[in-house]
Each structure stands twice: as structure tokens, then as C-alpha cells.
């Protein structure tokens, strides 16, 4: 299993990032997957989920209504397009299996600082 996170960096608070996922080592079209976040100190949560046919999606409270999740599942590709981003977004992201994450990426950074 191969999990490459891509799209973080150093944003202003309000602003935007898209983050993606290329994935390859596991049947991408019937596993859900999900976004996942680790800040400096804390446990990494779950930020987004989305089905394997992306019907059904769920957010952390404290993203609702700021990031979408998506999937290709031609491109076996998972994205997070995070808008109106806060200094407390700051973290490495990961994307997994929705359920039984294992493998863990390298994950990508955002930062949001003025």
C-alpha cells in the first residue's frame, strides 16, 4: 500500500488549499477513505470521510461547512479542498482507509499564519 499526500504549504488565515491523495496498492474503487490530521502535540482525528462510491461523506465538526472531501476513482485519487482556513487547521495531513487505516503516508504539511 502506497498512500502520497500533495498540495500543503503556508497559507493566510481565510485562505484556500487543495489537497491530494494518490493511492495504489489497495482496491481503490470499494474503499472508503478519509482525511486524517496530526497537530504538534496532540493525536492524529479524523477530519473527512467518504464512501467508496462517494454517497455518503462526513465531516469533523470543526471542519463542517470549510472543507469538501472528493474522490476519482479512475485516478484512484482521494482530494480536500479546504477553504476559509484557520491558524488551528495547522497540521500534517494524511489520507488512509476510512476504516483499518494502516500504512501511514508521509503526510503534508499546512501551515496557516499570517
Known amino acids: 500500500v502506497q498512500l502520497v499526500e500533495s498540495g500543503g504549504g503556508l497559507v493566510q488565515p481565510g485562505g484556500s488549499l487543495r489537497l491530494s491523495c494518490a493511492t495504489s496498492?489497495?482496491?481503490?474503487?470499494?474503499?472508503?477513505m478519509a482525511w486524517y490530521r496530526q497537530a504538534p502535540g496532540k493525536q492524529r482525528e479524523l477530519v473527512a470521510g467518504?464512501?467508496?462510491?462517494?454517497?455518503?461523506?462526513m465531516y469533523a465538526d470543526s471542519v463542517k461547512g470549510r472543507f469538501t472531501i472528493s474522490r476519482d476513482n479512475g485516478k484512484n485519487t482521494v482530494y480536500l479542498q479546504m477553504n476559509s482556513l484557520k491558524p488551528e487547521d495547522t497540521a500534517v495531513y494524511y489520507c488512509?482507509?476510512?476504516?483499518?487505516?494502516?500504512?501511514w503516508g508521509q503526510g503534508t504539511q499546512v501551515t496557516v499564519s499570517s
Open positions: 488512509n482507509r476510512w476504516v483499518g487505516a494502516t500504512n
Open positions: 467518504i464512501s467508496s462510491g462517494g454517497k455518503t461523506i
Open positions: 496498492g489497495i482496491i481503490f474503487g470499494i474503499t472508503g
